[in-house]
């Protein structure tokens, strides 16, 4: 039967549960609440990321002539698109392959 379970003043929530198997198998638990956390309003000053000084772009590819026009679609391809968002997209959506290369800059 489903209850409230309302909490005392000052009083962490806490519950036990045990399990008793046919075989033998005995197990039990202690659940307790996480402590109090206070939300926050959310205002454009705390929800800006500050931007990197230096972004690594990664490039990779199957040979030396794939990495070097990988490179090259990628210069032409990227001129208005934000540095960190690009190099965030190269680290962690493309495979890693035998021949790399990492271009550092900043803005």
């Known amino acids: 039967e489903q209850r409230?379970?309302?909490a005392?003043?000052?009083r962490t929530r806490r519950a036990g549960v045990s399990?008793?198997?046919l075989s033998?198998?005995?197990a039990h638990v202690i659940l307790e609440e996480p402590p109090l956390v206070e939300a926050t309003q959310a205002s454009p000053e705390n929800q800006s990321v500050p931007s990197a000084s230096v972004v690594p772009w990664i490039l990779s590819a199957r040979s030396e002539k794939a990495l070097r026009e990988q490179a090259a679609r990628l210069s032409s391809s990227v001129t208005d698109a934000d540095p960190v968002d690009v190099g965030?997209?190269?680290a962690v959506s493309r495979?890693?392959?035998g021949?790399?290369?990492v271009v550092v800059g900043s803005e």
């Open 4 to 6: 409230e379970w309302s």
């Open 8 to 10: 005392e003043e000052g």
């Open 19 to 21: 399990s008793f198997g």
């Open 24 to 26: 033998g198998t005995n």
């Open 88 to 90: 965030y997209s190269l």
């Open 95 to 97: 495979s890693g392959f």
């Open 99 to 101: 021949c790399r290369a």
